[in-house]
C-alpha cells in the first residue's frame, strides 16, 4: 500500500475544503447562558450511547442523494460548474460522517472522512474520480446492509485499507490532471 494513502488529503494539496455549516442555537438564545449541570450530561451521553434508532434509513436517504451527485456530475453539461458538481457529492457524504458515530456507525465516519479529504483535492469530478466515490457508495451501502457497527474490526481496517489504495492509484494514474506538489508529498 502507498504510505500516502493513509495521509491527511493522500497528500494532495486541498483544492476546496468542506464547508462546516453552524445553524444558530435557538434553545441557546431562549435559556441563555450559563453551565449544564453534570446529570444532564450523563442522561445526554447515556442516551447517545443506547440510541435505539436504526440508522439504516436515514443512511439510505444520503446514499440516494449521494447516488443523485453522482450521477449529476456523469451527466454533466459544459455550463455546469465543476465545483456546484463536487458540492452535489460532498453534502451527503458529510452528513454520513457526520451521523455515523452517532448510530453507532463508526466505520461509516471514518470511511466518509476519507471520502471527503479525496473530494477536498481532486481537480474535478472526472469519470475515474466518480468510480472511486461510487465504490465508497458500495462499501457504505454494504456496512449498512451488513449492519456493521462499530469500527468493523479486521474487516473495516481492510475496507478502508482497499478505498485507500483505490484513492492512491487513482492519484498515480493522473498526477498531471490533479497538481500533484511532489515537494509537498515528499515533505510529508
Do not use: W
Not at 442555537?25 to 450511547?49: F, M, P, R, S, Y
Not at 483505490?166 to 498526477?175: I, V
Amino acid at each position: 500500500m502507498d504510505n500516502n494513502a493513509n495521509t491527511p488529503h493522500f497528500s494532495q494539496p486541498q483544492r476546496r475544503k468542506a464547508e462546516f455549516i453552524r445553524p444558530p442555537n435557538l434553545l441557546k438564545e431562549k435559556v441563555g447562558t450559563g453551565g449544564i449541570g453534570d446529570d444532564i450530561l450523563e442522561k445526554a451521553q447515556t442516551l447517545l450511547e443506547n440510541n435505539p434508532v436504526d440508522f439504516a434509513p436515514l443512511a439510505e436517504i444520503y446514499l440516494a442523494s449521494l447516488m443523485k451527485g453522482i450521477d449529476r456530475v456523469k451527466a454533466r453539461k459544459p455550463s455546469d460548474d465543476p465545483e456546484e458538481l463536487i458540492a452535489g457529492v460532498i453534502y451527503p457524504v458529510m452528513q454520513l460522517k457526520a451521523n455515523g458515530g452517532m448510530f453507532h456507525y463508526a466505520l461509516i465516519t471514518s470511511i466518509s472522512d476519507r471520502l471527503v479529504q479525496f473530494l477536498e483535492v481532486i481537480e474535478n469530478a472526472d469519470p475515474d474520480a466518480m468510480e472511486i466515490v461510487t465504490a465508497f457508495h458500495a462499501t457504505i451501502r454494504a456496512i449498512i446492509l451488513g449492519g456493521m457497527t462499530g469500527h468493523g474490526g479486521k474487516q473495516g481496517d481492510e475496507l478502508i485499507d482497499a478505498l485507500n489504495d483505490a484513492c492512491a492509484r487513482y492519484f498515480d494514474k493522473h498526477p498531471e490532471r490533479h497538481g500533484v506538489d511532489l515537494d509537498y508529498i515528499n515533505r510529508v
